[in-house]
């Protein structure tokens, strides 16, 4: 192989490699409305990282965000084990290999 050839190849195998992207998992009570319990999903912010979930399964949106676009009062995000800081716009960022991990909270007691 000409070695123009091997740099092109090398180019092209390097861009079909999958890039590590977030994470995003549901306790099993919000896994019931959707067919799987995480997704790996594009996004720089837990706000990206959500929408892309909600295009594929848009009745959960209803479970997690209010009408608003704001968390639920009873849901928690958290992200690499920190709850987000930013309830009505999610805005936290999101690293390549970030898990994120929406439960419903608990009250009462």
Known sequence: M???FQAINRALSTLNQRQPMPTV???PNLARQT???SCR???ATVADALRAVFEELPALRGYVLDDQGAVRTHVVIFVDAVAVCDRKNLSDPLRPD???FVM???SGG
Do not use: D, I, K
Request: glycine share 12%; hydrophobic share 30%.
């Open 98 to 100: 970030s898990e994120v």
């Open 25 to 27: 998992e549901f306790t």
């Open 41 to 43: 999903v594009e996004g």
């Open 104 to 106: 419903q909270a608990l």
């Open 35 to 37: 067919t799987t319990r």
């Open 2 to 4: 000409q070695p123009g």
